[in-house]
């Protein structure tokens, strides 16, 4: 048996309010240095970056932060949620965004988004480049083939959780640890009653951002791409496409992962994710 | 879609009925999860292999393979996909693209239709079935 291990994060709840509701957010944080925000994917919550919380290469130079969306992990949904359906738009997903930043007086954090917060990141990048040190976005792209109806996620005569689960099951690389496989599946699993389908209607129906990026120049606030080879969602060629319109954009398909880097195969992930780090780090300094 | 069903058959589409055969004989001889997690699974589905066709009869989770399969059969789901889409989803680290049932339906090399509730609704049970014939399965 191996020692008990107390990790370095911290855990806390913070009320704030969202374009006019008041919402319970929980975060994690740990490190010091440049605030970095982590955005995790559709019907998932923070604890995706647990590994990155942990990590001394990182916070030792970053003070980390992922937060739970509202109706996500830790997250209690606004008040009155029962009344109706949960679909998250782009404008609700930045100002909760930047609702967060304020609330929590980040001083022009680094922001890295994962899937839907890789596509929020481009538009953090079009509307709001000013209030960012740099952004990062995995998974990212202004738009990608769908690949299923969204509606067998959320019926009564299919158990939401797994079937989310099922579904994103393919989109991990065959190379990723088993246990961090299952780990990030799990979280799937555990999702509200529609809250993969509600974020997929930011990513679906009223984010097609093809088109819609004119003016983002990346040599004002720098972003960074990088997308898993095994990510069949938002394909390697659907990043390559979007930086193409984006002068500066720095484009990197990570070798054996899938579409959720920093869970799934952390290690390999923190070798993609290490340099682009040390980058900006020294355009700051 | 890479099969249409009309083509005909081949060697290699004979080769890959008889390693789904033997993979799926193998796995239900063991005391394979997939009896824990298919309990409530009782269905009837068709799985095209480039032109050879077979009907699995499932029940409590337990499949049976039909290799003949008898003229206007009634089938819940089929799952179709050329030898090239079987092939690659059964290497041992497939390439990417070709590593999932719905990398290689988005990319238009299978095909899944039919009554796709019971599917759906024991979505990783059928996904881990159909791979069994990976050797040192990943899922």
């Known amino acids: 048996?191996?020692?008990?291990?107390?990790?370095?994060?911290?855990?806390?709840?913070?009320?704030?309010?969202?374009?006019?509701?008041?919402?319970?957010?929980?975060?994690?944080?740990?490190?010091?240095?440049?605030?970095?925000?982590?955005?995790?994917?559709?019907?998932?919550?923070?604890?995706?970056?647990?590994?990155?919380?942990?990590?001394?290469?990182?916070?030792?130079?970053?003070?980390?932060?992922?937060?739970?969306?509202?109706?996500?992990?830790?997250s209690y949904p606004p008040t009155g949620w029962q009344e109706y359906e949960y679909k998250l738009t782009t404008e609700l997903y930045v100002e909760t965004i930047r609702a967060f930043c304020l609330a929590m007086r980040l001083d022009r954090p680094v922001v890295m988004g994962c899937s839907i917060g890789g596509r929020i990141v481009l538009q953090l990048a079009h509307a709001h480049a000013g209030e960012f040190r740099a952004?990062?976005?995995?998974?990212?792209?202004?738009?990608?083939?769908?690949?299923?109806?969204?509606?067998?996620?959320?019926?009564?005569?299919?158990?939401?959780?797994?079937?989310?689960?099922?579904?994103?099951?393919?989109?991990?690389?065959?190379?990723?640890?088993?246990?961090?496989?299952?780990?990030?599946?799990?979280?799937?699993?555990?999702?509200?009653?529609?809250?993969?389908?509600?974020?997929?209607?930011?990513?679906?129906?009223?984010?097609?951002?093809?088109?819609?990026?004119?003016?983002?120049?990346?040599?004002?606030?720098?972003?960074?791409?990088?997308?898993?080879?095994?990510?069949?969602?938002?394909?390697?060629?659907?990043?390559?496409?979007?930086?193409?319109?984006?002068?500066?954009?720095?484009?990197?398909?990570?070798?054996?992962?899938?579409?959720?880097?920093?869970?799934?195969?952390?290690?390999?992930f923190r070798t993609y994710l290490l340099p682009v780090l040390e980058e900006i780090l020294s355009a700051t300094a | 879609m890479a099969n249409s069903g009309s083509s005909a058959r081949t060697e290699q589409d004979r080769i890959l009925v008889e390693r789904f055969r033997r993979a799926i004989e193998l796995a239900f001889k063991a005391d394979t999860d997939l009896l824990r997690r298919g309990w409530l699974v009782d269905t009837c589905c068709l799985i095209e292999i480039g032109a050879e066709r077979i009907l699995l009869t499932i029940r409590n989770g337990r499949p049976a393979i039909m290799e003949r399969v008898p003229l206007l059969v009634s089938w819940d789901f089929a799952i179709r996909g050329g030898a090239e889409a079987w092939t690659a989803l059964w290497q041992p680290v497939p390439r990417a693209g070709w590593h999932d049932l719905f990398a290689l339906t988005k990319r238009g090399a299978m095909c899944i239709e039919g009554n796709l509730q019971l599917f759906m609704a024991n979505l990783q049970y059928f996904k881990d079935l159909v791979a069994l014939p990976r050797e040192g399965g990943t899922r």
């Not at chain 1, 370095?8 to 490190?31: D, H, K, N, Q, S």
């Open chain 1, 1 to 74: 048996m191996s020692a008990p291990a107390l990790e370095p994060m911290v855990g806390r709840y913070l009320t704030m309010p969202v374009m006019g509701a008041e919402c319970r957010i929980y975060f994690e944080e740990a490190g010091s240095g440049i605030p970095l925000l982590c955005l995790h994917t559709a019907g998932a919550d923070g604890r995706q970056f647990r590994h990155l919380l942990c990590d001394e290469a990182v916070t030792s130079r970053y003070r980390v932060i992922a937060f739970d969306l509202p109706w996500h992990g830790k």
């Open chain 1, 135 to 268: 952004l990062i976005g995995l998974e990212s792209a202004d738009y990608q083939q769908p690949w299923y109806d969204t509606t067998w996620l959320h019926r009564s005569d299919v158990h939401g959780g797994e079937v989310c689960a099922a579904l994103v099951s393919g989109l991990i690389a065959p190379q990723s640890p088993t246990e961090y496989r299952h780990e990030t599946l799990w979280q799937y699993m555990q999702g509200g009653p529609g809250i993969f389908k509600g974020d997929l209607y930011f990513y679906r129906v009223d984010s097609d951002l093809r088109g819609k990026l004119t003016g983002l120049d990346a040599r004002r606030c720098p972003l960074y791409l990088l997308t898993g080879e095994y990510d069949f969602s938002c394909m390697p060629e659907d990043t390559l496409r979007t930086a193409e319109s984006i002068p500066g954009a720095k484009v990197t398909i990570m070798k054996e992962v899938g579409h959720f880097p920093m869970s799934e195969n952390p290690a390999q």
